[in-house]
């Protein structure tokens, strides 16, 4: 079974040219600090996939082999979306985890209970080292 984040932004008027440099620049700076070379990043639709009032919309599949890859790369799209957000000013965000709504908070922007609890991450890495999960 996969897991998805989806991210969305809606509001009446399209993006400027200076939002859509800064999306732009979100994106390549992002994409250059993304942990793993074989996961899904962060992915943005082609413009008018999303609806007519839809000025950014995307998503990205999390890994599935390896629980121990699933908090960094979580951490990593949500913050992405976050500066997303912080660049696109006056947009109705929505951002879910399949059915599951990422709350949005002004300080520290989207996230996910213990999405940052490194004794955790560790945890989930260490379950790829147990007997049953050798050999995949």
């Known amino acids: 079974m996969s897991v998805s984040i989806y991210y969305s932004a809606r509001r009446t008027t399209p993006l400027t040219a200076a939002e859509s440099a800064a999306v732009e620049r979100v994106v390549a700076a992002r994409a250059e600090t993304f942990p793993y070379d074989d996961e899904e990043g962060l992915y943005l ?6 609806g007519d009032d839809g000025i950014l ?12 890859r699933w908090l960094p790369v979580t ?24 059915d599951l709504d990422v709350p949005w908070d002004e300080a520290e ?4 209970p213990g999405m940052r609890d490194e004794a955790l991450a560790a945890e989930l890495g260490g379950l790829c ?3 049953g999960e050798q050999g995949g």
Do not use: F, M, N
């Not at 639709?45 to 999303?50: A, K």
């Not at 919309?57 to 121990?68: I, R, V």
């Open 45 to 50: 639709y082609g413009p008018g996939d999303d």
């Open 109 to 112: 922007g989207y996230a996910l």
């Open 75 to 98: 951490a990593h799209v949500l913050d992405s979306v976050t500066e997303l957000r912080r660049a696109v000013g006056g947009a109705q965000w929505h951002v879910h985890l399949d």
């Open 129 to 131: 080292d147990s007997p």
């Open 57 to 68: 919309a995307g998503s990205t599949k999390l890994p599935g082999g390896d629980p121990g």
